[in-house]
């Protein structure tokens, strides 16, 4: 295939996130702390759990999740009950419902039980599960005569934000409201220090990201740490491809497609390859102010690749980007820099 080259602004919106030591240092009064994951990585899942631990013993005890109002009320009665009733319905609705069954995810709820009892959970995202885990709480609110509270108020409101989602899938509306809600949370906490949970997009700093929105309203208050390089690599080539570059053949191994329609209402996905024994000839080519993390690349980077990265638009237009690695830093994360041809 001949690909051709194309000059195109930096999409902030696909960076995942921004990144800073995940060492816990003393906390600080009135921060956000956010933590940017892939999901159902257990590696990850330790690291949080890890860190939540160190959080807890400084006096932390609110912890905000990519979950509905809802999940996150079940998952604080859960916490009171003596038995794990509640959590393994949890699961067991949303393993139904196609979320992957990974053990350490549900062990990561268990193990908060045992060792931080006192954690009060926050979910802030759209009503998922509405039809089942959101009208199971809806119920639980009506037999208890609870129908006159901002309890129900807010979970009809949160049920409803699922419904529209779903209808549209409009992920701008997923951070708008993501945002909100975690405004609406953090008037309950007044000025203590909280620790957030989400997917690594959620946690980027731009302005149409669910973090950026609140760094718009926070300012510094709002720390975010990047934790998907603890996500393995894949460093199997899927395939060689043959490739033309200013007039001249490459060998090109391709690494496979990553889904992005979670991530921004623009793209759906973006492919990667790394051209062979090619830096030397681009090595000097002038930079065009695009950079891509290392942690975005489903495979390991070094020093001194070239990469093609083509992104796949909602309205059928190709993007082709070209990167390389020249061991340059951007907020404490090794990046790939975009260069012009």
Do not use: C
Not at 146 to 156: G, P, R, V
Not at 258 to 273: E, V
């Amino acid at each position: 295939m001949k690909l051709n080259s194309f000059s195109a602004l930096l999409v902030t919106s696909l960076l995942i996130g921004t990144v800073y030591t995940t060492e816990v240092q003393a906390i600080e009064t009135n921060k956000i702390y956010l933590y940017g994951e892939q999901h159902y990585v257990p590696k990850i899942l330790e690291k949080e759990l890890e860190l939540w631990g160190e959080y807890y013993e400084q006096g932390t005890r609110h912890l905000f999740l990519e979950l509905p109002y809802y999940t996150a009320e079940f998952l604080n009665q859960y916490m009171q009950a003596d038995n794990n009733d509640i959590l393994d319905g949890i699961y067991d609705t949303m393993i139904a419902d196609g979320v992957p069954y990974i053990p350490e995810n549900k062990e990561f709820f268990v193990t908060i039980k045992e060792d931080y009892p006192d954690t009060i959970f926050h979910g802030t995202d759209v009503g998922h599960q509405y039809y089942n885990i959101g009208v199971e709480y809806v119920d639980y609110l009506q037999k208890n005569n609870l129908t006159n509270t901002d309890e129900y108020i807010l979970t009809l409101e949160n049920i409803v934000q699922g419904i529209k989602y779903y209808q549209t899938r409009n992920n701008n509306y997923r951070e708008y409201i993501l945002a909100q809600n975690f405004i609406r949370e953090m008037e309950t906490v007044g000025d203590e220090s909280v620790m957030g949970i989400y997917g690594s997009a959620h946690t980027n700093l731009s302005a149409s990201r669910m973090a950026g929105k609140l760094y718009s309203k926070y300012g510094d208050r709002v720390v975010t740490t990047n934790l998907t390089y603890l996500a393995p690599k894949n460093i199997e080539i899927i395939r060689t491809d043959n490739v033309i570059i200013n007039d001249k053949p490459y060998k090109a191994f391709y690494f496979g497609e990553q889904d992005l329609t979670n991530l921004t209402a623009d793209y759906i996905s973006r492919k990667f390859w790394r051209i062979e024994n090619s830096f030397l000839d681009f090595a000097d080519a002038p930079k065009n102010g695009q950079i891509l993390p290392y942690s975005n690349y489903p495979m390991s980077i070094e020093k001194g690749q070239v990469f093609l990265v083509q992104y796949l638009l909602r309205d059928g237009t190709i993007q082709t980007m070209y990167f390389r690695s020249d061991e340059d830093i951007w907020n404490g994360e090794e990046v790939t820099t975009g260069f012009y041809l």
